[in-house]
């Protein structure tokens, strides 16, 4: 059983080569909500998307985003009737969101909903959402608070940042099963996504940091920094803000407290000692995903970064 935490679209693409390398009905996604938001009066939950598509076959290479080919003709239109149209929705994308709308209206929770639409879609990995309760990641700026989407898509993230919280998440609870991933899985892998806004709303939700303190599965995550640099989004800048160093160590040090093994790019090699001066081994490969082959290395390699379970439960160390 392989179980990952996953956020944004660089996450996506590192799904694909988990399910690629392993059998996907093994595989458990456990998925950040803390970029969800209401458009157009959908509830649209970009990141379960991402994943769901990313599985299905039908993810646009070319955006990371949204579905592959897609038409924009519902969003022509509703420009022309003066509604909102910075955050664009695709035409077959539309479809997810009114589905997901629908069976969250007739009672089922995102948890219900997302496997539903996995089912209608063929998919045999399990995708979870880390929490049925909402979540929303918050983001601090000079002019007061934006919302994930408002910040990343609006502003196109050229904003300073003073803090990001996530609210809700003090009251939410994790989504069933997801415990039970993290508790009873060979391994917990954490994608190469933003530490701050794409895993730390999962890790904010009450019971899953302890399960992945406790949990005698080995951690691996992988870096989202290549070269002291974020493959895509803003993931240095919000490191910062948050005080962790902008490198692959920072990596390190916002998981310290749970993770084994950090799976780093060769061109980040000569910052290796200081994470494994935190205790944390590195494992150094390529990990620019640029095409379905380097995905599927990407996963084996870190497969096999993490082949035993952990002698014992980590102690939750202060962080
Ligand atoms: N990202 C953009 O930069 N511009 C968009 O218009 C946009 C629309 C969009 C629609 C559906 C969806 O699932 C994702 C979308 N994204 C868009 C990406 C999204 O903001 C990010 O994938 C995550 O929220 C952050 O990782």
């Not at 009672?107 to 219900?112: A, N, S, V």
């Not at 996995?118 to 990995?125: D, E, G, Q």
């Not at 709303?201 to 992988?222: D, M, Q, S």
Request: some cysteine.
């Amino acid at each position: 059983m392989i179980t990952i935490l996953t956020g944004g679209t660089g996450g996506a693409k590192f799904v694909q080569g988990v399910v690629a390398a392993v059998p996907p009905a093994d595989v458990t996604v456990i998925v950040n909500t803390g970029d969800d938001l209401t458009w157009w009066g959908l509830h649209v939950s970009p990141d379960l998307d991402s994943v769901a598509y990313a599985l299905a076959g039908l993810l646009c290479r070319e955006r990371g985003w949204g579905v592959e080919g897609d038409t924009f003709e519902c969003l022509a239109r509703m420009q022309r009737l003066g509604a909102q149209s910075w955050f664009q929705l695709g035409d077959r994308d539309l479809a997810t969101h009114l589905r997901r709308t629908q069976l969250l209206a007739s009672g089922r929770t995102l948890t219900e909903a997302t496997a539903e639409i996995a089912r209608s879609l063929h998919i045999s990995a399990r995708i979870l959402p880390m929490s049925n309760d909402r979540v929303e990641t918050r983001i601090v700026t000079d002019t007061g608070e934006l919302s994930f989407q408002e910040y990343f898509v609006r502003e196109r993230y050229r904003v300073p940042v003073h803090g990001v919280h996530f609210s809700g998440a003090a009251g939410a609870r994790p989504a069933p099963g997801v415990l039970d991933a993290l508790r009873h899985t060979d391994a917990v892998l954490i994608a190469p996504s933003n530490p701050v806004t794409s895993i730390g709303p999962i890790l904010a939700v009450p019971g899953i940091r302890a399960a992945l303190c406790e949990t005698h599965a080995r951690v691996a995550a992988i870096s989202p920094i290549v070269g002291g640099a974020a493959v895509s989004g803003p993931a240095v800048e919000l490191m910062r803000m948050r005080g962790l160093t902008t490198s692959i160590a920072g990596v390190a040090e916002a998981y310290r407290d749970f993770l084994d093994v950090l799976i780093a790019d060769q061109r980040d090699a000569a910052t290796a000692p200081a994470v494994e001066q935190l205790g944390i081994s590195v494992c150094l490969t390529n990990t620019m995903m640029d095409s379905d082959h380097a995905k599927l290395a990407l996963a084996q390699a870190t497969l096999e970064a993490v082949p035993q379970r952990r002698q014992r439960a980590k102690v939750n160390s202060a962080r």
